[in-house]
């Protein structure tokens, strides 16, 4: 759990540093700004997120543990902006993509080490 918590408070200020640092648009949507003005929702579905991410860490090893990491640190990254600011600081733009921030990329790397993990898990089953 240290370890856990260590790890997550790394990702965070990481985070909210570049955020600071570096912001140069404002999202107050969902991912590609989709769902402008549900902020509240947004602040409902990332503290239920987080409950259950550390209600159901033990279930995790490897990899799935990892992407717990990842989930926690972007989604409590956003969720202090969205509790503190209103809005998401986003900073990192590709041209092609919508604006995003580190806590974005945290959340896709923690999903796809969850599905990896998983697509793992059950390759052993059969």
């Known amino acids: 759990m240290k370890r856990l918590i260590f790890s997550v408070i790394v990702l965070v200020l990481i985070d909210q540093l570049s955020k600071y640092l570096l912001e140069s648009s404002r999202n107050y949507g969902a991912a590609f700004g989709i769902l ?14 987080i409950f259950l991410f550390i209600y159901y860490r033990k279930r995790f090893s490897g990899l799935g543990f990892y992407g717990m990491i990842f989930l926690l640190g972007g989604t409590i ?3 202090i902006d969205r509790i503190v600011l209103g809005y998401v600081r986003d900073f990192i733009a590709l041209g092609f993509w ?20 998983v697509w793992k898990t059950e390759q052993k089953k059969a």
């Open 98 to 117: 919508p604006s995003f921030n580190l806590a974005d990329s945290y959340n896709t790397t923690g999903v796809v080490l969850l599905i990896i993990y």
């Open 36 to 49: 402008q003005g549900y902020k509240i929702l947004f602040i409902i579905i990332g503290m239920m997120a």
């Open 77 to 79: 990254g956003n969720l």
